[in-house]
């Protein structure tokens, strides 16, 4: 069965603009959930069978892989959430033993790993970031489920410093 879903599409120059425009759209109804971004350029070679040159040329294709928005609050708490807490269950678990000492080793353990953790996302997101501004611009797709919500997304990501800002129907 066939699905038909209209979308906005906008191009930004910048994290900034992008985290921006999105932010803007919350704040006027749009749930997080509307957002998509392009998937890592390995991601889209591996879908389409080819590299993409420019950000146009995948804008309106509907087999091309996208990924889950993740705005800049949310970056800031994957790099910095996880090392507490897990230190603090690498903590819990040898609360029971009575010696400071394992304690100490399970949180610092649990701190580590959760750095590591917050490092990986963020040198992913800013890997994808440098692909996709080499190729044009971040793309962003803003699902819409009336011509209202179509008008506020178009309005709202072309006053955001948004390029190639236009809507279109994908079916899937």
């Not at 879908?47 to 995948?58: A, S």
């Amino acid at each position: 069965m066939t699905q038909t879903t209209r979308e906005a599409v906008a191009v930004f120059n910048d994290v900034e603009g992008l985290d921006s425009a999105v932010y803007a759209l919350e704040r006027r109804g749009f749930d997080r959930a509307a957002f998509s971004l392009l998937a890592s350029e390995k991601a889209v070679a591996e879908k389409l069978g080819h590299r993409y040159q420019q950000i146009k040329d995948v804008e309106d294709d509907p087999k091309v892989p996208r990924d889950t928005f993740f705005s800049r609050i949310s970056r800031f708490e994957a790099d910095y959430l996880p090392t507490p807490i897990l230190a603090s269950i690498g903590a819990l678990v040898f609360v029971g033993v009575g010696s400071v000492l394992p304690v100490v080793i399970a949180a610092g353990a649990g701190a580590l790993l959760g750095a590591a953790l917050g490092r990986v996302m963020h040198e992913q997101h800013a890997t994808r970031v440098k692909e996709q501004l080499a190729r044009g611009g971040l793309l962003l797709w803003v699902n819409v489920r009336n011509p209202g919500e179509e008008k506020t997304a178009l309005d709202v990501l072309g006053a955001h410093s948004a390029h190639d800002v236009h809507a279109h129907d994908i079916t899937t």
